[in-house]
């Protein structure tokens, strides 16, 4: 029987510590978005109802129209869903408004909700869904930050139109830790 030639141990060994070296830098390069989007520990929907300025946000399809004045209206309505009244306005200087509802999705924080703007009838089709998650707010209720869970949204939010720059600043830093690019929001003429 023929001896088989010895290999070192070493080629196994360096490729093995190049794999590591590269899912260590991988790891390392992506720390945040290897983490679920963390939610407010809790939000109590009765103090979150009432009308929200939009103080920044990420540029979206839905709001392309939206030049300046961006608010939304939440309030409560049957089987405690919400009712969401966006409202801004345009580059014709005119008022543009639409209305949706909204459902929580996660009754333990109330933190985790679903919106929708399609008609009613359409609800029962999963993709008129979208994620909206308050990922931040304040003790008293006037600023909050909302996102989503793919980090593709984000809404800086506040009961005034207009917030002071370290408040603003500290939401910011905040969402940046939670994986968000946060070179991409855009301030809201208010």
């Known amino acids: ?50 009308r929200w300025y939009e103080i920044a946000k990420f540029p979206n399809r839905f709001q392309k129209q939206c030049v300046r004045e961006t608010s939304a209206d939440y309030r409560l309505i049957e089987d405690g869903k919400i009712e969401v009244a966006n409202r801004c306005k345009t580059a014709a ?60 949204h984000l809404w800086i939010l506040s009961r005034t139109p207009k917030l002071s720059n370290a408040v603003y600043e500290n939401l910011v830093d905040n969402a940046t830790k939670q994986g968000f690019d946060t070179a991409k929001l855009v301030k809201t003429p208010q």
């Open 1 to 50: 029987m023929k001896a088989l030639p010895h290999r070192p141990a070493c080629g196994f060994m360096q490729r093995l510590g190049l794999a590591t070296g590269a899912v260590i830098l991988l790891q390392a390069a992506m720390p945040a978005l290897a983490q679920e989007v963390r939610t407010a520990a809790s939000v109590d929907l009765p103090r979150y109802l009432g």
């Open 93 to 152: 200087g005119v008022f543009e408004v639409a209305v949706g509802e909204a459902k929580v999705i996660d009754k333990t924080s109330n933190a985790k909700l679903q919106v929708r703007f399609a008609p009613s009838w359409l609800s029962w089709l999963p993709m008129v869904w979208g994620d909206y998650w308050i990922i931040e707010r304040d003790d008293a209720y006037t600023v909050a930050t909302v996102g989503t869970p793919d980090r593709d």
